[in-house]
């Protein structure tokens, strides 16, 4: 059993709001196929998966050092012992050759967009919906009764409108609502203090409550403008406040949990093991309290993902309190699949990659993923005259 193809296509992110940092208009995704040998059907086998959405494709990393470095391994390096499975940890290191430690930036999600597809592929071989691949390679269990497939998912948006942004915000909000979702994250640093404490009072009169409300600055605010944030919204009883300050300042976070009584949010820009122990040395998060949203699609994929949850427990925290970033089906996998806390959705951006697909359910603030094989891509909207020309002539 042998990879023998690997694809990636550059796909354009469609709709073009903005956070309090990055407009999305010119964000990109890598769709990656790792076409296997393996015939069923007449085709063959092939895994599907990307990188994360929010940032940029990463045809340049893939095409001219991961991809030739895979294609280049002997078949036997890249298998499970049984051989009826591919080794996704064995795939990540071969892809990996030559690289240093540290310094992730865009490799770390170059890397995951290939090792996320391997899972792809193992559950495609397997006949069965990531989720449970997922499930028993990091021995969580499979008894219904036990594991809970339908996760807690909230609805992000709430980004800043050229005109009439309080309205649009209320109305977005209200669309999410009759979805089927009761829960909501908005956008916050992109305005001015008194503008966004009117955004989070209109978001409320939708979400209802504050638990029910996240806000998301990405990154915006230095230590001072943070702590100003932290005291102007503390009395909204807030899901959490995410990303304050820069993603790497540990200190700025550190502060910030020392001073805001309410849950912190943060990780999606941590790539590795290693960045989230320097958070849990350094940046003051709290047990129990605060939420943890490293994305395996930018940082490296399942395999370190799992580290990094092994990390996590090791410090005292529990999976509950972890969000990945990334609304998307292959994330709905990896929460249901490792008994995480919750997804976010983007059903209004990000397309044709944020979002479920009509195999999913999603009711009462709950979506359940599809059994069809593998992550399902091939069942969300939008994405199928893409998988199409990966796939074409296959
Ligand atoms: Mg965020």
Not at 93 to 100: C, D, N, P, S, V
Not at 375 to 384: I, P, R, T
Request: glycine share 12%.
């Amino acid at each position: 059993m042998r990879i023998v193809e690997v694809r990636e296509l550059t796909v354009p992110l469609a709709g073009t709001p903005a956070n309090a940092v990055v407009s999305f208009a010119g964000h990109t995704v890598s769709l990656v196929a790792l076409v296997s040998d393996q015939i069923r059907e007449g085709r063959p086998v092939t895994g599907l998966a990307f990188n994360s959405i929010g940032r940029f494709g990463q045809a340049g990393i893939l095409k001219e050092r991961m991809i030739p470095r895979l294609l280049a391994a002997a078949p036997e390096d890249l298998q499970a012992s049984d051989g009826s499975a591919f080794d996704p940890a064995a795939v990540l290191a071969t892809i990996l050759q030559g690289e240093k430690p540290g310094g992730h930036g865009d490799r770390s999600g170059a890397a995951a967009a290939i090792e996320l597809a391997v899972w792809d592929l193992n559950a495609r071989l397997a006949g069965e919906p990531a989720y449970a691949t997922i499930a028993r390679a990091f021995d969580r269990t499979l008894d219904p009764t036990e594991m809970r497939l339908d996760v807690p998912v909230y609805a992000a948006g709430g980004y800043y409108y050229p005109d009439d942004s309080i309205g649009r915000l209320r109305h977005e909000l209200e669309r999410y609502h009759g979805l089927g979702f009761d829960a909501f994250k908005i956008k916050i640093g992109g305005a001015t203090l008194d503008e966004d404490c009117r955004r989070i009072e209109a978001a409320l009169t939708v979400a209802g409550a504050g638990d029910r409300l996240a806000v998301d600055a990405n990154g915006r605010f230095d230590t001072e403008a943070a702590l100003a944030c932290g005291r102007a919204i503390e009395a909204f009883g807030l899901r959490w406040f995410e990303e304050p300050g820069d993603p790497l300042d540990f200190a700025l976070h550190q502060a910030i949990s020392k001073a805001y009584s309410g849950p912190l949010a943060t990780g999606e820009n941590l790539f590795s093991v290693m960045d989230v122990e320097n958070l849990l040395r350094y940046g003051g998060p709290r047990s129990g309290i605060d939420i943890f949203q490293m994305d395996p699609g930018l940082s490296y994929g399942l395999t370190e993902y799992g580290r990094m949850l092994d990390l996590l427990e090791q410090y005292g925290f529990h999976r509950s309190g972890c969000f990945p970033h990334g609304g998307h089906l292959i994330n709905l996998h990896v929460v249901a699949g490792l008994s995480l806390g919750g997804c976010e959705a983007y059903p209004d951006v990000f397309q044709p990659f944020g979002g479920y697909s009509e195999r999913c359910r999603i009711e009462g603030g709950r979506v359940t993923p599809g059994e069809e094989p593998g992550f399902g891509l091939e069942w969300k909207e939008g994405l199928a005259p893409y998988l199409e020309q990966l796939m074409a002539g296959l």
